[in-house]
């Protein structure tokens, strides 16, 4: 199960594995839900919505100024 | 299992932590809509008369508030500012006019370095304010100017209910009881050469602009102003954030409960008088000294400006 998250501003595209809904992707991320939209497909989606092996979303961050997440670290990428 | 939306029990896109609430694409834009017409009634804004300029910049917020406007059937025009801030500026100017032809609006567009001889990067630094400092001055000024060079009633603004709280944020902590007690949804026109300003997004959530444009594709540019980095109303913005993800509805209640039982209290505070800019004519504050000469900020800045650029040709205002 992987899926690709592009974050932006800025833009920043990562893979993150094992996360079964957007609010544990979120987590992963670091992003706080209230500060991004996440979209599928040209779809909002909401912290409950499921993901599936492969999806491709976006993470926007929707404050201005407020670009957070991802914290100077690796990449949140593999994972068991 | 997914989210139900709160009025029609259709599958939700969208949530508002802060109302206990989420809503399906249709009851979202019902939602946006009444949050408009509650602050318009409200404060009583708009009438469907007037001549209203909404200032706009290609983000989500203006484009959004204008989109909301016509939609209620509004006579809402737009104004583009041309910050000089390269591709940045560029993109922005062209998705609002983009916005504009789809929908049959009229657009301004005016230009800074054009009309006044200065980019917001060649000010920053130049004017001793910081560049988010003198962008903000610029627009406050060209935006009423246009407003009453065009014979327009009104400006409408996309200040939302977060930068709203930020900035109320910023003035507390610093008490600044004569910025607070100017800070409402609402600014008469109390003198001639001013144009009654509003914000008619001030009850709307800036992630609730961000979803409706998403929602109505609408064309926005995402990218942050590359001067924005460090900016203190983001890293106030930053804090509240922290705040109302462990309490949602932090934001709301700290701007209404002021806007609603604190604002009134502070009446006193504001208590700049008006006179006229020795210059350029328009509305600025008078001088602490009755004898010194009444210039406004915008032209002080102007002054400061033109000693330190290089001569550049000024084509227009």
Same mark, same amino acid.
């Given at each position: 199960?992987?899926?690709?998250?592009?974050?932006?501003?800025?833009?920043?595209?990562?893979?993150?594995?094992?996360?079964?809904?957007?609010?544990?992707?979120?987590?992963?991320?670091?992003?706080?839900?209230?500060?991004?939209?996440?979209?599928?497909?040209?779809?909002?989606?909401?912290?409950?919505?499921?993901?599936?092996?492969?999806?491709?979303?976006?993470?926007?961050?929707?404050?201005?100024?407020?670009?957070?997440?991802?914290?100077?670290?690796?990449?949140?990428?593999?994972?068991? | 299992?997914?989210?139900?939306?709160?009025?029609?029990?259709?599958?939700? &896109?969208?949530?508002?932590? /802060?109302?206990?609430?989420?809503?399906? /694409?249709?009851?979202?834009?019902? %939602?946006?809509?009444?949050? &408009?017409?509650?602050?318009?009634?409200? %404060?009583?804004?708009?009438?469907?008369?007037?001549?209203?300029?909404?200032?706009?910049?290609?983000?989500?917020?203006?484009?959004?508030?204008?989109?909301?406007?016509?939609?209620?059937? %509004?006579?809402? !025009?737009?104004? %583009?500012?041309?910050?000089?801030?390269?591709?940045?500026?560029?993109?922005?100017?062209?998705?609002?006019?983009?916005?504009?032809?789809?929908?049959?609006?009229?657009?301004?567009?005016?230009?800074?370095?054009?009309?006044?001889?200065?980019?917001?990067?060649?000010?920053? +630094?130049?004017?001793?304010?910081?560049?988010? +400092?003198? #962008?903000?001055?610029?627009?406050?000024?060209?935006?009423?100017?246009?407003?009453? !060079?065009?014979?327009?009633?009104?400006?409408?603004?996309?200040?939302?209910?977060?930068?709203?709280?930020?900035?109320?944020?910023?003035?507390?902590?610093?008490?600044?009881?004569?910025?607070?007690?100017?800070?409402?949804?609402?600014?008469?026109?109390?003198?001639?050469?001013?144009?009654?300003?509003?914000?008619?997004?001030?009850?709307?959530?800036?992630?609730?602009?961000?979803?409706? #444009? &998403?929602?109505?594709?609408?064309?926005?540019?995402?990218?942050?102003?590359?001067?924005?980095?460090?900016?203190?109303?983001?890293?106030?913005?930053?804090?509240?954030?922290?705040?109302?993800?462990?309490?949602?509805?932090?934001?709301?209640?700290?701007?209404?409960?002021?806007?609603?039982?604190?604002?009134?209290?502070?009446?006193?505070? !504001?208590?700049?008088?008006?006179?006229?800019?020795?210059?350029?004519?328009?509305?600025?504050?008078?001088?602490?000294?009755?004898?010194?000469?009444?210039?406004?900020?915008?032209?002080?800045?102007?002054?400061?400006?033109?000693?330190?650029?290089? &001569?550049?040709?000024?084509?227009?205002?």
């Amino acid at each position: 199960m992987l899926v690709t998250a592009r974050l932006r501003p800025p833009d920043r595209v990562v893979e993150v594995a094992d996360v079964r809904r957007v609010a544990d992707l979120l987590v992963r991320l670091e992003v706080l839900p209230g500060a991004v939209l996440v979209i599928r497909e040209g779809a909002l989606l909401t912290s409950q919505d499921e993901l599936r092996d492969g999806d491709q979303v976006e993470v926007r961050f929707a404050i201005s100024g407020g670009s957070g997440g991802l914290k100077p670290r690796p990449p949140v990428n593999g994972g068991g | 299992m997914a989210m139900r939306c709160k009025r029609c029990r259709g599958q939700a &896109v969208m949530e508002v932590r /802060r109302h206990n609430a989420a809503f399906c /694409r249709d009851c979202f834009f019902h %939602y946006v809509g009444q949050q &408009v017409t509650r602050a318009i009634a409200k %404060y009583r804004m708009l009438g469907h008369t007037d001549r209203v300029l909404v200032a706009v910049s290609g983000g989500k917020d203006s484009l959004a508030l204008w989109d909301l406007l016509l939609g209620l059937g %509004y006579q809402a !025009d737009g104004l %583009y500012l041309s910050l000089g801030i390269g591709a940045y500026s560029e993109r922005s100017k062209g998705v609002c006019e983009e916005f504009a032809a789809a929908r049959g609006a009229r657009l301004l567009v005016h230009d800074l370095a054009a009309e006044h001889g200065y980019t917001i990067p060649e000010a920053a +630094g130049g004017t001793g304010r910081s560049s988010c +400092g003198v #962008c903000g001055l610029s627009k406050r000024y060209v935006f009423n100017k246009a407003a009453l !060079d065009g014979g327009y009633d009104v400006v409408c603004t996309g200040h939302n209910l977060d930068d709203e709280a930020a900035v109320l944020f910023a003035n507390t902590l610093r008490w600044e009881t004569g910025a607070m007690a100017r800070q409402f949804p609402v600014l008469e026109a109390t003198r001639p050469g001013l144009v009654k300003k509003v914000k008619p997004l001030y009850r709307v959530a800036e992630r609730e602009t961000a979803a409706y #444009c &998403v929602l109505k594709g609408i064309d926005y540019v995402v990218e942050e102003c590359p001067l924005v980095a460090g900016n203190t109303q983001m890293r106030h913005k930053e804090t509240l954030n922290q705040m109302e993800e462990a309490a949602p509805g932090t934001k709301h209640s700290f701007l209404f409960g002021y806007l609603e039982r604190a604002a009134g209290l502070l009446k006193v505070a !504001d208590d700049a008088e008006l006179t006229e800019c020795a210059r350029c004519g328009m509305t600025t504050q008078a001088p602490e000294d009755p004898a010194a000469e009444a210039v406004c900020a915008f032209c002080r800045s102007k002054a400061r400006l033109v000693k330190t650029l290089p &001569v550049v040709k000024v084509t227009s205002g």
